[in-house]
């Protein structure tokens, strides 16, 4: 996994003021927020995978936000951002749990199919700044219940299908 720099940070926290500004300057509705927390969700979900597309694609997003973030950092205040943040990852996703993960990523794709363009660079930078952020050891451990979640949600889906004290 990709170890988060400094500027990595820089670009996330960059997206994410692109994409508070517009609310904090409007009339702050949580539903101006639902296109990037969407991004948002299925980043924290694709960071709970431990391997496949979805996390491979949330490994190594650090490495696209440092890269930018470290070019940006150099060009716009002269400093080197390469110092490395506390890493974090989230843990303990089951079988079941990855039905769900993949199927909220998949919810997710299929909204940002039928989205408007703003909406869409929303959803894409809520899932940048999830990702990005989802590798530092705060955000993971603020979310740290998240695959036992995923796991409980999933188990519950398969007993149902199961018929399990359904008669």
């Known amino acids: 996994m990709t170890r988060l720099t400094l500027g990595g940070l820089l670009a996330a926290l960059l997206v994410l ?5 517009p609310w904090w300057k409007g009339s702050r ?3 101006q927020l639902a296109a990037f927390g969407k991004g948002f969700a299925a980043a924290a979900c694709a960071a709970a995978c431990p391997g496949g597309m979805l996390g491979w694609a949330h490994a190594h997003s650090g490495s696209v936000a440092n890269g930018a973030g470290e ?3 150099s060009a716009a205040a002269g400093t ?6 506390t890493s974090g990852q989230l843990v303990g996703l089951g079988a ?3 039905v769900v993960a993949v199927i909220v ?7 940002y199919k039928s989205a408007g363009k703003k909406d869409k660079r929303r959803m894409v930078g809520g899932a940048f ?3 990005v952020l989802l590798l530092t050891a705060g955000v993971a451990g603020a979310l740290a219940w998240l695959p036992g979640a995923l796991n409980t949600a999933g188990a519950s889906v398969v007993a149902a299908v199961e018929g399990a004290g359904i008669l």
């Open 80 to 85: 080197n951002s390469a110092a490395s943040l």
């Open 71 to 73: 070019r940006t950092s």
């Open 129 to 131: 700044v999830g990702s």
């Open 105 to 111: 990523v998949f919810l997710v794709a299929l909204s």
């Open 29 to 31: 509705e949580m539903k």
């Open 17 to 21: 003021t692109a994409n508070l500004h």
């Open 96 to 98: 079941t749990g990855a």
